[in-house]
């Protein structure tokens, strides 16, 4: 019987350098013999690439209320779909964001995180959940290409501390994202191996 995989989802505000961290994590850990696969939100599903194309590149910004219904269609799809498949496979996924996205944009935006968790209940737990920091002035600065309706200064700092509080509760591990990229990518790593010894 194949032993069930590890799901581990990397968060962060836009520009934060969870892609890269998210990636070369999966590049990592394939080195030292673990078969990882490196997956995102929104998914690459029809309704994931709705929300590429109709919704995060808008020039105003829909109501927070349908980006969190769109953001949990897609995730549940994604779950049902590649994650839960793969963890049956025995793999370990790596999500590049997850559901603390939902509760940190649309929290931030003034929805009820109640109910963004009520409608994201049939969302897998990960296993384990990081949140890369970095200040919003400095990922704001970062932000070279045309910038999507979320990634204003004021919603990031907004964004920022809907994340911290997630963090003060215990439901994210910090990782201080504020240094020199292969610090951040050797930080994210040992979390990772720790876990995964005493998993």
């Known amino acids: 019987m194949v032993k069930r995989g590890i799901f581990i989802c990397i968060e962060g505000i836009d520009a934060s350098g969870k892609s890269t961290q998210a990636r070369w994590l999966v590049r990592n850990l394939r080195r030292r013999g673990f078969d990882a696969i490196y997956t995102t939100e929104p998914s690459k599903s029809e309704v994931g690439s709705f929300i590429r194309r109709y919704i995060l590149q808008r020039k ?6 349908v980006e969190a219904l769109l953001f949990a269609v897609d995730r549940i799809d994604h779950v ?8 049956e496979s025995g ?3 790596v999500s590049d964001r997850y559901v603390y996205s939902s509760l940190a944009y649309q929290g931030a935006a003034g929805l009820d995180v109640d109910w963004i968790q009520k409608i994201n209940r049939m969302a897998l737990p990960p296993n384990l959940a990081i949140y890369i920091d970095v200040p919003p002035e400095v990922v704001v600065k970062r932000m070279r290409r045309r910038r999507s309706v979320m ?17 003060r509760k215990g439901h994210l591990v910090l990782i201080n994202g504020n240094r020199p990229a292969s610090e951040v990518t050797q930080n994210i790593l040992a979390v990772v191996l720790k876990h995964l010894k005493s998993a």
């Open 60 to 65: 105003k910004r829909v109501p927070a209320v």
């Open 80 to 87: 049902e779909s590649k994650i839960e498949p793969t963890l």
């Open 91 to 93: 793999k370990i996924v």
């Open 151 to 167: 990634e204003t200064l004021k919603n990031q700092r907004r964004v920022r501390e809907s994340y911290m509080q997630l963090v």
